[in-house]
């Protein structure tokens, strides 16, 4: 049994040596208002979904915290869903009224900027910054 579980441990050391795995704290700012919550969805560099979070606002800017990222390409977009209905509103002619962004502020007057533009990579843990537009 206790050659097992000492079996057990170097694996996971060894694994954690030869695939790192990292933290990334995502902080949102530039929130209208501390109201409902802030979506934020995780892409890989090949625009595979990784994960959704939901984040709480406080002063008006959130703080969305992943951990176990290998060292890869990421993407990230979001939004400030004031009325919690799980949805991004837009008017009549498709402009979002909810806050939203992009990893590297990624923005663009017509449309989203092109996903190659949001990609960022993560080496090691990091912390990113990222702006509200609305």
Request: proline share 3%; glycine share 6%; aromatic share 12%.
């Amino acid at each position: 049994m206790r050659k097992a579980v000492f079996f057990n441990l170097v694996l996971i050391m060894i694994s954690n040596l030869v695939f790192p795995q990292f933290d990334l704290e995502v902080e949102i700012t530039n929130l209208k208002n501390n109201k409902g919550l802030v979506m934020m969805q995780l892409f890989d560099q090949n625009h595979n979904l990784i994960t959704q979070q939901k984040g709480t606002i406080t002063e008006k800017k959130s703080v969305i915290l992943i951990k176990n990222l290998k060292a890869s390409g990421y993407a990230i977009c979001f939004f400030h869903d004031e009325n919690l209905n799980g949805n991004l509103e837009t008017n009549r002619i498709g402009k979002p009224t909810e806050g939203y962004g992009f990893s590297n502020d990624a923005y663009s007057t017509f449309g989203p900027e092109p996903f190659k533009n949001w990609i960022f990579k993560m080496r090691g843990n990091k912390k990113i910054l990222l702006k509200t537009n609305y």
